[in-house]
T-cell receptor, first 111, second 114 residues
Framework: SQQGEEDPQALSIQEGENATMNCSYK?????LQWYRQNSGRGLVHLIL?????REKHSGRLRVTLDTSKKSSSLLITASRAADTASYFC???????????FGKGTMLLVSP | NAGVTQTPKFQVLKTGQSMTLQCAQD?????MSWYRQDPGMGLRLIHY???????DQGEVPNGYNVSRSTTEDFPLRLLSAAPSQTSVYFC?????????????FGPGTRLLVL
């Protein structure tokens, strides 16, 4: 099945640094979504970007989408220890109800 | 609003036992879904529903049944538990049935099958 693939699998940075995660997918999409999961918890939605959008901001989050390359990136600026979590991208294909999740990027932000 | 609730939080089963994982949402969302999360595998869709009385299979439906008699509830039944079903199960819901909206997740049920 079509699936987003995040890169890198794991990322370790210091507080104050920026964190960038990438997501690649295989087929045409309606939209792409990013979620965060703290250890042992459910996923929390962060941001949705539609196929006709190229960039979106929400607080310290910046998401870009390049449909020609079938890829997206999530940038977290000025990272904090509280940003430590796993981050997942999910794609919604045109004409389909379901989301397909990638395997996630584990982000560790050290104080 | 309570959002999406799941019960139980933890469960241990023996091989061959059956059980039902409960999921409820109070946001009047039409779309509901069940995922399982295994280490290194991300989330995989088990079953989903686009409204009361309508269910469909996801990527990994074998060994699981669902029903949707009301908008609020979407229980997941394990018919005869197997060790391969040891996982963390998440229920989710969203307003849109077309894939156009963000999903709201429950806290998960951790299941161990011995």
């Amino acid at each position: 099945s079509q699936q987003g693939e995040e890169d890198p699998q794991a990322l370790s940075i210091q507080e104050g640094e920026n964190a960038t995660m990438n997501c690649s997918y295989k087929t045409s999409i309606n939209n792409l979504q990013w979620y965060r999961q703290n250890s042992g918890r459910g996923l929390v939605h962060l941001i949705l970007i539609r196929s006709n959008e190229r960039e979106k901001h929400s607080g310290r989050l910046r998401v870009t989408l390049d449909t020609s390359k079938k890829s997206s990136s999530l940038l977290i600026t000025a990272s904090r220890a509280a940003d430590t979590a796993s981050y997942f991208c999910a794609t919604a294909r045109s004409g389909y109800s379901t989301l397909t999740f990638g395997k996630g990027t584990m982000l560790l932000v050290s104080p | 609003n309570a959002g999406v609730t799941q019960t139980p939080k933890f469960q241990v089963l023996k091989t061959g036992q059956s059980m039902t994982l409960q999921c409820a949402q109070d946001m009047n969302h039409e779309y509901m879904s069940w995922y399982r999360q295994d280490p290194g595998m991300g989330l995989r869709l088990i079953h989903y529903s686009v409204g009361a009385g309508i269910t469909d299979q996801g990527e990994v439906p074998n060994g699981y049944n669902v029903s949707r008699s009301t908008t609020e509830d979407f229980p997941l039944r394990l018919l005869s538990a197997a060790p391969s079903q040891t996982s963390v199960y998440f229920c989710a819901s969203r307003r849109s049935t077309s894939g156009g909206g963000l999903e709201y997740f429950g806290p998960g049920t951790r299941l161990l099958v011995l």
